[in-house]
């Protein structure tokens, strides 16, 4: 059941044959991109891209089957789109690989083993990320907060980080307001996101209730 339905050269794939992995390939690359877009920023482009990227990788795997000296050269053309395109995130480059392995399998024939595959895969996905597999509760934030210039801000909000974070440290000083306000600029790792709130409405507290600003750190996308 889980063999391959194609011969082993390609001059003797027939139509039909190609049809029924084309069409394998189409049906699972939607269903990659629709996984991909569970709860995940996308563009439209990209899903496209996934959705086709399976029959294109198929047709390539086709064309070279059998033939080891066409199958380096595809390999060595494959490697080039390495180096002319952006990185994406974790997300994106599993599904790319997903993709792929797709059209890897349904360009060999191997439908069935590949249908299996994509289920696992596909439904293993949905369940972690509805379970929310892996979420670190604790989070990386900048906090900006206002004071007066008559505070000294030196140990002012000690105690508060050392009961709501893991570290802080402060990474600016800037005079606002025609030098009556102080601008401080923390880098702090909560130790539970749901602590926030808290944490803001005791700095509020000592502020006396001047602009108080928590947010993501700002990270490269293209990374990992």
Known sequence: ?????????????????????????????????SVHMYRNVYTKSFIVTLAILPVLVQTVIMLVNGNLGTGVAVLGAFSLIRF??????????????????????TGMGYLVYVALFSVIIGTMLLLLNTLHFGQNKTAEKSLKITIPENLDYTE????????YTYTSSLTRVKTTNMGSLYELVYQIMLKDTAQEKNLID??????????????????NKDEL
Do not use: H
């Not at 994106?92 to 399998?105: N, Y």
């Open 1 to 33: 059941m889980l063999a391959s339905i194609l011969p082993s050269t390609t001059g003797d794939i027939t139509v039909l044959q190609i049809l029924l992995c084309t069409a394998t390939s189409l049906i699972l690359g939607i269903g990659a991109a």
């Open 84 to 105: 002319r395109s952006v990185a994406g995130g974790a997300r994106e480059i599993s599904s790319i690989f997903w993709a792929m392995g797709i059209g890897l399998a």
């Open 156 to 163: 002012l909000f000690d105690d508060l980080f050392e009961k």
């Open 202 to 219: 005791e700095v509020r507290r000592r502020n006396g209730n001047l602009t108080i600003i928590c947010g993501k750190v700002a990270t």
